[in-house]
């Protein structure tokens, strides 16, 4: 089975400052890992993934994330925050066979002006 | 791109009424969808797995005879909240599995009064 941790249940920024929102996962098999946004009130809507290939990976809205598989990680980043980013953002884990899909608790991103 | 339209977005029932959410694919065929629960500020937790054809596959907790789970065709899967209760309010959404990834519906607010 797999699991996702996020570390940090909300993380305030200013605007136009970088952020990272850390995702950690355990698994005994190779995985898929995905980072999704949500605003209030909405569903899920896809930032960026990993299958395979190259470890940095690029999403929409200026977001990218590294997959480091020595560390178990795959950490969101963005350099410069809008007052638009401020939604909760979760991290997703699945086997490659992709039968089942894993979040982690989820990140409250704030951005303040 | 691949789109899953769920609906109704929000809807208000009276304790003890049933209720039917509706996911459909649009433009794809979806074999399986996945059905979640989200509680406010907590992430979201898999309900069961609905392959088209046959039973849902129910996570460890989430009643059966409560919540109603068809998928009759290969676009269509319907969640049915019978006996609802104000403890059931929550946001549920729905997704659909395709290679590499998974789409998500908008999510349907409900709220028993």
């Known amino acids: 089975a797999q699991s996702v941790t996020q570390l940090d249940s909300q993380v305030p920024v200013f605007e136009e400052a970088p952020v990272e929102l850390r995702c950690n996962y355990s698994?005994?098999?190779?995985?898929?890992l995905f980072w999704y946004v949500q605003y209030p009130n909405q569903g899920l809507q896809l930032l960026l993934k990993y299958l395979s290939g190259s470890t940095l990976v690029k999403g929409i809205n200026g977001f990218e994330a590294e997959f480091n598989k020595s560390q178990t990680s795959f950490h969101l980043r963005k350099p410069s925050v809008h007052i638009s980013d401020t939604a909760e953002y979760f991290c997703a884990v699945s086997s490659n066979t992709g039968n089942q899909f894993y979040f982690g608790t989820g990140t409250s991103l704030t951005v303040i002006p | 791109g691949a789109v899953v339209s769920q609906h109704p977005s929000w809807v208000i029932c009276k304790s003890g009424t049933s209720v039917k959410i509706e996911c459909r694919s649009l433009?794809?065929?979806?074999?399986?969808m996945f059905w979640y629960r989200q509680f406010p500020k907590q992430s979201l937790m898999l309900m069961a797995t609905?392959?088209?054809?046959?039973?849902?596959?129910?996570e460890q907790g989430v009643e059966k005879d409560k919540f109603l789970i068809n998928h009759a065709s290969l676009t269509l899967s319907t969640l049915t909240v019978t006996s609802a209760h104000p403890e059931d309010s929550s946001f549920y959404i729905c997704?659909?599995?395709?290679?590499?990834?998974?789409?998500f519906g908008s999510g349907t607010r409900l709220t028993v009064v």
């Open positions: 997704s659909a599995n395709l290679l590499g990834g998974y789409t």
């Open positions: 609905s392959n088209e054809g046959s039973k849902a596959t129910y």
């Open positions: 698994s005994s098999v190779s995985v898929y």
């Open positions: 433009d794809f065929q979806a074999t399986t």
